[in-house]
């Protein structure tokens, strides 16, 4: 007997994705994951969360946290992000995500967890002394999403692995508890020229937060003259800029630079190439970070407006909370049903 194609999903098509409030966001958060964010909100229904659940897996000052919950937020508005017509909240605001992934936590396995390379990234070599929180963060992921029947994810290609792992929850627990299409299986929205943005003095290694060094990454807030200076340290060869996608191959910091430059302009790195071939490093970094600042500083002055006022941000972040229950309350209710807890008769 062969098993039949399940059917399909035939729920709303949503759009979830979220940020941890780490330290300031970076291009590579900005290129990988917001920039998509602001663009799919003509398409879809968007919901956009600042993972604060996820960022206590890493300890950040309590004095710190809601300050930095606000800060994402601002990015967000201020990048484009209308909290009218998307949903835009704080994870923790919402207690049903803890609760969905406690039960998907019943549901993944750990040999499924045990190969997540973030995780080995991220405990190098202490894993014995991570935090549980560590371990299990893509089934609090799995949870964010599920959680509102996100059918559709934007994020960088450094998520595609827990991407994968949700969907893999998702069907899982559709066929234990025999609730065919309860859950969509979320697609990535991974594509695009800044879905993988490296550090800026190694090309092999992606831009991120939590690097020691500032100079590895352009911060959302950094102004021209910081910029400048980062594009002018970053780690080059002594070669000119090639002339052609196949001249980048085992160059990987000038191939990130191109990329950088053609992500935020939106011009193909084709077309970048054309205009910098042949021509040396002295002349193609003054320009990157001219574009660079003309597209960060308009975002960064909006985002130092909205952070002086942090009863508007309040104000945003209360009503995001309530479109977000509004959606999230029944659903989980459904769990709650499918998974057989009590309920008063
Ligand atoms: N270098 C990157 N290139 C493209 N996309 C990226 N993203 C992160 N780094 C890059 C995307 O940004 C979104 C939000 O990420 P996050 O805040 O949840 O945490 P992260 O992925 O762990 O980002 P960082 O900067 O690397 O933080 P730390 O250093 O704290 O771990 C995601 O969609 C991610 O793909």
Redesign the pocket.
Known sequence: MTDAAPPQYKGPQRVF????P??G??L??Y???LQKFVRLQDQYECIYCI?DL?AIT?GPDPKELANRSREVAAAYVAAGVDPKRSTIFIQSAVREHSELAWVFNCVARMGWLERMT?FKD?AGSHAERSSVGLFAYPVLQAADILLYKATHV??????KQHLELSRDIAAKFNKDYNAPNFFPLPEPLIQGP?????SLREGTK??????PSDMTRINMTDDADAILQKIKKATTDSLPVPESKEGLAGRAEVENLVGIFAAVTERTVEDILTEFGGKGFGVFKPALAEALAAKLSPIAAEMRRLNADPGALDAILKYGADKARAVAQPIMAEVRDVVGFWRAG
């Open positions: 994705s979220g940020m941890q780490t330290n966001l970076h590579g958060n290129l990988g994951a993972v996820h890493t973030q991220k934007p994020v960088g290609e450094d998520q800044g879905a993988r943005i490296m992606k831009m991120s937060k939590s690097d």
